[in-house]
């Protein structure tokens, strides 16, 4: 029996899409999307960033989180 799998459409960067250089920390509406109901950064497999992007948004996160713009758990 063969079964048929559908299959995932690759989720594409939205920081390359729109061509930015550096994930700014000040930009909290941005980095809301990528921080699930629980306080936590989704991680790459399921935000769709590249490897460089991801990293630059952990890295914003972590220091929005350290100047209070962000919670750091669930409200």
């Known amino acids: 029996m063969r079964r048929d799998k559908k299959r995932a459409r690759k989720r ?13 920390y000040k930009d909290i509406s941005r980095l809301r999307r990528y921080i699930s109901e629980r306080g936590k950064i989704l991680p790459r497999r399921i935000s769709g960033n590249c ?9 914003a996160v972590k220091r929005a989180r350290a100047v209070a713009m962000l919670p750091f758990t669930a409200e």
């Open 51 to 59: 490897a460089r992007h991801q990293r630059q948004l952990t890295a």
């Open 12 to 24: 594409v960067c939205s920081f390359c899409v729109d061509k930015v250089e550096q994930v700014d």
